[in-house]
């Protein structure tokens, strides 16, 4: 059964918007504002790019356990806990940024919210399903899209300029305390996901699909078919090929994502940009992300229009090419703020552009019998991919420097070449059907 009942009945617009934003304020916060965060606070590039590329860990084996949230108790009871954990793990980020020992307390908090917040993922993305009918489903995708990439121009723009705020601010007695004033704000998002805790506990909508399946022969097969389907997508034609595109397409920008902030944030005798935090938060948050969802509506609608093949090129040249502006914003450290604005928007435009292709792949390799769960296989592969090179990429620009770090994430785009070669792709795949 495709379409769902539901007791009692709830206007979606009620609770798919706040969901999916509950969704991407804390996917933003650990992988992105906690290396602000870090960089401010004094560690070192080597160490944040490490520890924070091991918080990708829970989204690469989230296929794994997504069947324990489909078993056990109900994906609404998932979403409230989840949200209430995630919550928590923010007011513990707060009280322990004053200790001496916040790296590693902070660290292992994140963690803890990393893993509720891919939990939560796979819960949010199952009830949205069970909750909506087709017409609905079909209405709300992209809604749910566009209010996913509000909370991440929130957490990394609006919530980072916050707290570059706090920083400079001598009111509520902070003179310019950055622990105290990243304490604070993650008070305030702490406050933010318990209210969508509470909002949610009695909003969100009962709908009778939504059971957990506890007998002992359900579970049992349940678990089987999913062996089953895990099996099937290693027994793929050109596994291996298919493998080589998710782990190495974005190899470059798997270690340029990790120092862009630092580098920005550095000191210029550091080889840096001598920026501020509000500045920071505004490059990345509004005008970054905004070229970025710009340059994914227009991948989708190239591709649309022509085909996944025919725009196969063009996106891996869209989303390597412009990494080359980081060559110059080290070499020339330029102190316009308009050129930096400039460098960063084109940079992510021909990211998003780029990533289409990325994602049109996961879904052509998904297609087939288990195409959900070979979908979310694709997307543990796709974090894995950021997850090993982003763990080395301080290590490599702590040896190199900035200049010839960015160098080095120009060479390291070959292998996303390469790998789009090895594609095979049928040529009609992605035209809109006339």
């Not at 994140?110 to 909506?132: K, M, P, Q, V």
Request: proline share 5%; aromatic share 16%.
């Amino acid at each position: 059964m495709t379409t769902s009942q539901q007791s009692p009945t709830r206007n979606p617009w009620l609770w798919v918007p706040s969901l999916y934003l509950a969704e991407g304020i804390p996917y933003a916060l650990v992988m992105t504002v906690s290396v602000i965060m870090y960089k401010k606070m004094g560690i070192p590039n080597d160490e944040i790019a490490f520890y924070t590329s091991w918080l990708y860990l829970p989204w690469v084996i989230k296929p794994l356990w997504s069947p324990v949230v489909d078993i056990l108790r109900t994906k609404r009871l998932w979403i409230i806990t989840t949200q209430l954990l995630v919550g928590a793990g923010l007011a513990g980020v707060a009280l322990t940024l004053p200790l001496s020992g916040f790296f590693q307390w902070t660290i292992a908090i994140f963690w803890l919210i990393a893993f509720s917040s891919a939990t939560h993922d796979i819960a949010a993305d199952g009830f949205y399903i069970l909750g909506l009918n087709e017409k609905q489903q079909a209405f709300f995708v992209g809604i749910r899209s566009t209010f996913y990439r509000i909370a991440m121009i929130s957490a990394q723009g609006l919530l980072v300029m916050l707290a570059g705020f706090f920083e400079t601010t001598s009111m509520f007695g902070l003179s310019g305390s950055i622990p105290i004033a990243w304490s604070m704000t993650f008070f305030i998002l702490a406050g933010l996901l318990i209210i969508f805790f509470a909002y949610h506990k009695f909003i969100l909508p009962h709908p009778m699909t939504d059971q957990a399946k506890v007998t002992g022969s359900e579970v049992a097969g349940f678990f089987k078919e999913f062996l089953m389907t895990f099996v099937a997508f290693f027994k793929k034609e050109n596994i291996g090929p298919i493998l080589a595109f998710l782990l190495l397409y974005r190899l470059g920008e798997a270690q340029l994502v990790k120092l862009a902030s630092p580098f920005m944030l550095d000191a210029r005798e550091a080889g840096g940009l001598a920026l501020t935090t509000t500045d920071v938060g505004f490059i990345y948050g509004t005008v970054g992300i905004s070229a970025l969802t710009i340059g994914g509506l227009l991948g989708g609608i190239a591709a649309a229009r022509k085909g996944f093949k025919f725009w196969l090129w063009p996106m891996v040249l869209a989303i390597n090419i412009p990494d080359l502006v980081y060559v110059y914003l080290a070499y020339v450290q330029p102190d316009n703020y308009f050129i930096i604005n400039l460098c960063v928007a084109f940079e992510q435009f021909g990211y998003g552009f780029g990533f289409t292709a990325y994602s049109l792949f996961m879904l052509y390799v998904a297609q087939g019998k288990h195409s959900t769960a070979h979908f979310a296989l694709c997307t543990g592969f796709m974090a894995l991919g950021m997850m090993i090179p982003g763990m080395f990429s301080g290590d490599i620009q702590k040896w190199l420097g900035y200049q010839n770090f960015f160098i080095w994430v120009c060479i390291a785009t070959i292998p996303g070449f390469v790998v789009a070669k090895l594609a095979k792709v049928d040529p009609e795949f992605g035209k809109k059907a006339a």
